[in-house]
């Protein structure tokens, strides 16, 4: 029978609700506030615990009116105080302000944050209403519209979208441009940085200088002359901050940073606090993506601002596919919640580019799966050379919800590696095994950055590691020298973000869990460019489909609000 635990730091604790993190957290601050009323570090707790969970406030009002359980193994409930209890009691005390000066904000709508990411969120907010009350730049427009029309021909209305959006980038000082694979974002990036470096040719003006930034290496690769953007910023040795920021702003003129769903508020915020005001910002992503693994969902925020759409540009037509496949179908019925029409393409055969295989009683069907690994994995299993084996990473993958459990990464990743070094699968036995691996942290030194992904095999009896890189040279190293990798010829769908790859098979498991969501099942789905073979439980990604994830935050609120009211009075405050 279940039963309601209070809320009070030490039972939660002891019960594993909070983590280690939170709890000596809480403790340490009220210690350090000589504060004891047991509400206050629950809530500084809680607060902590929601920021591991993606959020980067906690959202009293909302929460003081649901159920919280304690665990997925246990039917007891906590305890939540009433709304205005709790409001009174984070009011009265010393750890709680409406400023940075203390751990805890609790803002006019009762959100209630850890200073820090209260003040990344205002940093941010001002940041970009800085950028968008300045007054659009001189050019000849006449001259911008005759060097658009040699790239963007034709006058559909999806091509002037294109355009609008273009013509905004380079007038303006901010630009959010969101659309799907497809819709061509990375056309609209080629197209802002030649007409930016033909218009200043025409005049005789200064080159001006473009960044070109994404979250990750793979990300970065598919940018001309792309960087990380840890790499730009270049992170200070042995303490938190970077080299470039407010105080020491990079040298650019315009940056364009794409595949921003990924990007947390952290990043984002320390990115444009580096970039100087007078800098044309781009930003491109997919608000239909995952957010970042850390706190905020930051780009699909800044796209439900409704002031100054003007800014805000949404492409929604694939010029890839046109409308015709079933990849872009099925990506439409998940971001629609439709699940007859999910149903329909799955189970219908009528759509080549999309294969359904459903679970068993016995759970993955393994035979239609080794057939399915074998068949994506030959090219690349195949190849004679490592560039011939590089070049194939793109062609194959298989993507998880997990990394653990039956139908996790590392279940899976054994899985493969079983099946692909036995002898009868392609006369593997007369060719050296080949291993994926992808990185997992950034180590600047050896130019190896989170995400990068290359192929590993014993060379004269000696495991090596060979990487891509942007300039489409080979680097090789010692596995032994490599930062902290993983086999991947399985890998998450969060880790997926930012690459696209021919074929893709998604195994998702038998049950949902709070990860296999609306956003999760789209981006897997729009990793494949030509054929998406899908193995699950047609129930489970029926109810997945339904469920969005929500991410709590006031910046939409705050920036609709500072954008209307065009008032940087609060910025001019706002901690560095």
Sequence with gaps: MSQYIPFEIKNLFELQFFSSLDYYFARSMGKAFKESESIVLASCALVSKVLSDGHICLDIKEISKTIISISKLSDDKVKLPGFDIWVKALKKSSMVSDTISTPLVMDASHRLYLSRYFDFQNRLICNIAKRVSLEPLTMNETVIDEMLAACLTGKDKHILNQKNAVKNALFNNFTIISGGPGTGKTFIISIIKKTVLSYAAKYNLAQPKILCVAPTGKAASKMDQGSTIHSVLKPLKNKSGFYYNKDNPLLVDVIIIDEASMIDISLLTRLLDAVPTAARVIILGD???????????????ICKVKNHSRNIFFLEYNFRSKGKTGIENLSKAINNND?????????????????FEPLNDKGIPVDLVKRHILEGYKSYIKADKIEAALDELDSFKILCAHNSGEYGTLQINHVCENILRSGNNFDIDKKPFKKIIMVNTNDYKKGLFNGDTGVCFEEKGESKAFFKTFDNNIKQYRTLDLPDSDTAFAITIHKSQGSEFKTILIILPDRLSPVVTRQLLYTGVTRAKARVIIVGDLKIIKKAISLSVERNSGLTEYLDRQLHSNNLFNCEHSSS
Excluded: N, R
Aim: no cysteine; proline share 3%.
């Design 287 to 301: 608000k239909h993506q995952l957010s970042s693994i850390q706190a905020g969902s930051v780009f699909t925020d």
């Design 339 to 355: 699940d007859k029409g999910l149903e329909y393409i799955l189970t219908s055969k009528e759509f080549p580019d999309v294969v």
